[in-house]
């Protein structure tokens, strides 16, 4: 039994900008390094991360049957196929957010948190009832955006709504999702830097756009399974610094920014030709 959880919310202030997978992502590195994680899907009535974790066909009881009075939270948890220190929470697709309310989220938290050393909250897109669930029992959220001008002003609204329920900037951070470096350096993209300026709060991450993310999730494998992936590298980078770990931002988007082979081995192929 574990002291006491450190509990993260995953929020933003629109949908699509990449919040699930990211969730699942940090909760499946973060368990690859020897830690028991839950993940909490908190979308109540649309259901995305058993999905993501390929965990969908085994979902047999939902966060509704804990709310309802019906089970026992840890007799309702999934654990992943090939990493047993990673358990799901499952949402529900035939109820809606009003029927969690955030007093049954801090209860189920309450329990949770004597058996896992991290629980990862996967919050609904926006700012309703879901919301305010998601993070009443959260100690740190985390805002993911895209570098498009609607998703940064979007997560700059709902920074404010987590400051209106006692968050500050020491408990807040940013991951910004799908940056293009080379789009950046010819300026068709507004940079990492440029939107922690704009949202003044630390950037936690940052992850490049990548077919990676799309064919993990298509086949329900997270990325820390796959050592050989460049992804894999920058939420190891995450989960680094959510255990107290420096590592510099820039170091997620190293292996993007440049050539893999570089200049030395352009004209080294052209040597080899000659």
């Known amino acids: 039994m574990e002291e006491s959880s450190k509990v993260f919310v995953v929020t933003s202030g629109k949908g699509g900008v990449g919040k699930t997978t990211i969730t699942a992502n940090i909760g499946s590195s973060l368990a690859s390094k020897g830690y028991n994680v839950c993940l909490i899907d908190a979308d109540i009535g649309l259901k995305n991360l058993d999905l993501v974790l390929g965990l969908e066909n085994r979902i047999v009881y939902t966060i509704m049957d804990v709310v309802n009075g019906n089970k026992n939270v840890l007799d309702v948890l999934v654990k992943h196929k090939y990493m047993k220190n990673l358990s799901l929470l499952a949402s529900s697709q035939t109820a809606n957010k009003n029927m969690v309310t955030p007093a049954d989220m801090k209860e189920i938290i309450a329990i949770l948190s004597k058996h896992f050393h991290y629980i990862i909250i996967d919050s609904p ?150």
């Open 125 to 274: 897109a926006g700012i309703e009832q879901g919301f305010s669930n998601a993070i009443i029992g959260a100690q740190h959220a985390i805002v993911v955006t895209t570098p498009d001008l609607t998703a940064i002003s979007d997560a700059d609204r709902v920074i404010g709504l987590l400051e209106n329920h006692g968050y500050t900037e020491k408990n807040m951070s940013l991951i910004v999702n799908r940056l293009k470096p080379k789009m950046v350096k010819r300026n068709d993209m507004v940079s990492a830097d440029d939107i922690k300026e704009a949202l003044a709060i630390d950037i936690l991450g940052i992850i490049p756009d990548s077919e990676d993310i799309i064919i993990s999730t298509n086949e329900g494998k997270p990325l820390s399974l796959d050592e050989n992936s460049k992804m894999a590298y920058v939420f190891d980078n995450i989960t680094e610094r959510i255990s107290g770990n420096f590592i510099p931002v820039n170091e997620d988007i190293k292996k993007f920014s440049q050539n893999s082979e570089g200049f030395f081995g352009f004209f080294n192929k052209l040597w080899k030709r000659g």
